[in-house]
Each structure stands twice: as structure tokens, then as C-alpha cells.
């Protein structure tokens, strides 16, 4: 089975620095990893995905992730933060294998608060 | 992008009542979703449906639970009766195929009393 921990409950920059958002997975093969955004009372949005291939991956709004094999990481960054990407960050997997229903597996989520 | 819509956005029941959960998918999408969110904890998955069946689910998604998706319309989450422990937030996601994006609705939170 499957798990993800995003180790950070909360974090909070200011408009402009940059930013790196933590994600560790923990998977029997190798999974397919997703960050996702959601913003007050809307719905979880993919910001991007990576399944193979360069380890940098680019998403929506500036932002990429890394995928390290050896750490087991999925982290997010951006290098530099509005004011208007306050909202929760979730990581997520699944599995790559045939099995493969499309089940996510998720983490906590990273509350982003930026100051203006 | 696409959207899905789930309605309504907040529901009080009381318990032992049945409460249904609606889900207006993305038009052409073949596999749904429900996950479960109680407050401050991780979104957890309940179930997937394809092709008219279940395809996998989770030891949350208790005998209570059932879904369907009755000629295209409306993915449905029934729970009957429901349980004070049945109090969350409810996402519906849908995708095209099993390693497609999953698109998500905003969640309808569930309160019972």
C-alpha cells in the first residue's frame, strides 16, 4: 500500500519569495505522484503530474516539482509567490501498474498563506 | 477546464436518515469517484465505478454506502442510514480513463446530527 506525508501542516512567505513545498511517498512500486490546489470552496485543481521521464516536471502557474527516486520526494516549488496562490496543496499517488483503478492516495495538505 | 458539480454544497440530516450525495460528472468522462474528508484529516478514498460497477473500494465505504449512476445522470452516494461517524466533506472526481486526470468537485459537507 501506498502512503504520503507532507510534513508541513501550515507554511507562511511573502509575496515574492519562493517557495518549496515538502511531499515524502512510500509505495511498493513506482507510482505515479500528482500535486493538487485547492482554493476556498472550489474543488481540488491538478496543478501538474509526473509519471516518467525528467525528474522536473512544469504545472500551472509557475509552479514545477521534483521527483527524486533515491528520497522518495515529490517536492513543490516556485520561485516566486503572490498573493493569490494562498490556498491548500495536496500531494497525492497512485500505482503504475496494470492493477491501476486511477485510486489517489493522499496526503494532509500544506495550508499556503502569503503575505501581501 | 472541465467541471464537475456537486449539489448540494452542505446537507444536515439527522441520524438514521437516508441521505443521497449528488454528482454531475465531466460530460464524457468513464470512471468516478467518491472520497471522504473529515475535519483535519486527509482526504481518503471510498470507491471508484465503471462501466455501471464498483470497481474497487475501501473499508470506509461501509455496507450503508452505495453508488450508482442510474442512464448517465447524476453519480450518486447513498448512505442509509447514516451515522454521526458519517460527518465530512464528500468529493466526487471523475477522469476519461484509470490514468487520466482526475478532476474534482468542490465537496458537499455532510453534518449529522
Known amino acids: 500500500a501506498q502512503s504520503v506525508t507532507q510534513p508541513d501542516a501550515r507554511v507562511t512567505v511573502s509575496e515574492g519569495a519562493s517557495l518549496q513545498l515538502r511531499c515524502k511517498y512510500s509505495?511498493?512500486?513506482?507510482?505515479?505522484l500528482f500535486w493538487y490546489v485547492q482554493y476556498p470552496r472550489q474543488g481540488l485543481q491538478l496543478l501538474l503530474k509526473y509519471y516518467s521521464g525528467d525528474p522536473v516536471v512544469q504545472g500551472v502557474n509557475g509552479f514545477e516539482a521534483e521527483f527524486s527516486k533515491s528520497n522518495s520526494s515529490f517536492h513543490l516549488r516556485k520561485a516566486s509567490v503572490h498573493w493569490s496562490d494562498s490556498a491548500v496543496y495536496f500531494c497525492?499517488?497512485?500505482?503504475?501498474?496494470?492493477?491501476?483503478?486511477?485510486?489517489?492516495?493522499f496526503g494532509h495538505g500544506t495550508i499556503l498563506r502569503v503575505h501581501p | 477546464g472541465p467541471k464537475v458539480l456537486q449539489i448540494p454544497s452542505h446537507q444536515i440530516i439527522d441520524m438514521g436518515q437516508m441521505v443521497t450525495l449528488n454528482c454531475d460528472p465531466v460530460?464524457?468522462?468513464?470512471?468516478f469517484y467518491w472520497y471522504k474528508q473529515i475535519l483535519g484529516q486527509q482526504m481518503e478514498f471510498l470507491v471508484n465505478?465503471?462501466?455501471?460497477?464498483?470497481?474497487?473500494k475501501s473499508k470506509l465505504f461501509k455496507d450503508q454506502f452505495s453508488v450508482e449512476r442510474p442512464d448517465g445522470s447524476y453519480f450518486t452516494l447513498k448512505i442509509q442510514p447514516t451515522a454521526l461517524e458519517d460527518s465530512a466533506v464528500y468529493f466526487c472526481?471523475?477522469?476519461?480513463?484509470?490514468?487520466?486526470?482526475?478532476?474534482f468537485g468542490a465537496g458537499t459537507r455532510l453534518s449529522v446530527l
Open positions: 465505478f465503471y462501466n455501471g460497477k464498483v470497481m474497487e
Open positions: 460530460s464524457n468522462h468513464l470512471y
Open positions: 497525492a499517488v497512485s500505482i503504475s501498474t496494470g492493477a491501476n483503478t486511477g485510486k489517489l492516495t
Open positions: 509505495s511498493s512500486v513506482t507510482p505515479y
Open positions: 472526481a471523475s477522469s476519461q480513463g484509470r490514468q487520466n486526470t482526475l478532476y
